[in-house]
T-cell receptor
Framework: AQSVSQHNHHVILSEAASLELGCNYS??????LFWYVQYPGQHLQLLLK??????LVKGIKGFEAEFIKSKFSFNLRKPSVQWSDTAEYFC???????????FGSGTRLLVRP | DGGITQSPKYLFRKEGQNVTLSCEQN?????MYWYRQDPGQGLRLIYYSQIVNDFQKGDIAEGYSVSREKKESFPLTVTSAQKNPTAFYLC????????????FGSGTQLSVL
């Protein structure tokens, strides 16, 4: 069965530190890839997405992610985190020609001021 | 003000009881989804629907039922057959033209008395 793995369940960083959250998926075909974020007390919302083209995609609030097809990975990065980035981050994968979006287990990020 | 409305915010279920969670959207989206969120497990897909009067099972459909009689509405019934219903339930919708870009509601927390 298709699955999405997020290896870091909890991450604690100080402000200005760099962030990288791992995401791997198991599916051999064409995929669309997403990162969603849930800030405390807010709805889950889209952070960035990859459909095709440049494997390095940029999202809101300075986040970016790189799709590495050979590694089945779509890691999320930010060069310098802020306290306001404290949230739970979910990687998600959509198989081509499907409406079934599969989520990873999430990573809780705590940024200390 | 467009969006997805889930009600109630909190719901309690007695042993052997069926309960229904409401989800309404005014975004004119064709696709709607129900996810279950448990701590440390991310979001797991219960059911999804691409068009009115049609829906498909997700990964954990057992003990749940849905209907899609109207484009705007996608209620979820948690039946007595669901032995572990305590969870946070999220409804989402998307336009068919942008698969995977989901808009989420604020969720319903279901607990068992």
């Amino acid at each position: 069965a298709q699955s999405v793995s997020q290896h870091n369940h909890h991450v604690i960083l100080s402000e200005a530190a760099s962030l990288e959250l791992g995401c791997n998926y198991s599916y051999g075909g064409t995929v669309n890839l997403f990162w969603y974020v849930q800030y405390p007390g807010q709805h889950l919302q889209l952070l960035l997405k990859y459909f095709s083209g440049d494997p390095l995609v940029k999202g809101i609030k300075g986040f970016e992610a790189e799709f590495i097809k050979s590694k089945f990975s779509f890691n999320l990065r930010k060069p310098s985190v802020q306290w306001s980035d404290t949230a739970e981050y979910f990687c998600a994968v959509l198989m081509a020609s499907s409406y079934k979006l599969i989520f990873g287990s999430g990573t809780r990020l705590l940024v200390r001021p | 003000d467009g969006g997805i409305t889930q009600s109630p915010k909190y719901l309690f279920r007695k042993e052997g009881q069926n309960v229904t969670l409401s989800c309404e959207q005014n975004l004119n989206h064709d696709a709607m989804y129900w996810y279950r969120q448990d701590p440390g497990q991310g979001l797991r897909l219960i059911y999804y629907s691409q068009i009115v009067n049609d829906f498909q099972k997700g990964d954990i459909a057992e003990g749940y039922s849905v209907s899609r009689e109207k484009k705007e509405s996608f209620p979820l019934t948690v039946t007595s057959a669901q032995k572990n219903p305590t969870a946070f339930y999220l409804c989402a919708s998307s336009a068919l033209s942008v698969q995977g870009e989901l808009f989420f509601g604020s969720g319903t927390q279901l607990s068992v008395l």
